[in-house]
């Protein structure tokens, strides 16, 4: 059983930062990627960052620059520290894994976290 427990999110002021965590445990093999999602209300899962195996990131457009996504394999972690905070980017942040056998779709998910920019 393959359990993602996420922390770190919250309110926060636009401009603030705040620093999400994911730690996974249970029997995980083959990790191709970790990452993060988010679902604003009434839109579509949208992916927001993720570092492979091999360290390689990506971003999503709106996110660069501002957001850093960063991994401990050691403790199967992964973490995305997001600074200058928008209203926009006000959702609910799911942690993932992919497989090598299920890249670049996720495996697993995380519950959620709420993040939550005023203006």
């Known amino acids: 059983q393959v359990q993602l427990v996420e922390s770190g999110g919250g309110l926060v002021q636009a401009g603030g930062s705040l620093k999400l965590s994911c730690a996974a445990s249970?029997?995980?093999?083959?990790?191709?990627?970790m990452g993060w999602y988010r679902q604003a209300p009434e839109k579509q899962r949208e992916l927001v960052a993720r570092?492979?195996?091999?360290?390689?990131?990506n971003y999503e457009d709106s996110v660069k620059g501002r957001f850093t996504i960063s991994r401990d394999n050691a403790k199967n972690t992964v973490y995305l520290q997001m600074n200058s905070l928008k209203p926009e980017d006000t959702a609910v942040y799911y942690c993932?894994?992919?497989?090598?056998?299920?890249?670049?779709?996720?495996?697993?998910w995380g519950q959620g976290t709420q993040v939550t920019v005023s203006s």
């Open positions: 570092v492979t195996s091999s360290g390689s990131t």
């Open positions: 993932y894994i992919s497989t090598v056998v299920t890249m670049p779709r996720p495996a697993y």
């Open positions: 249970g029997s995980i093999f083959s990790i191709y990627a």
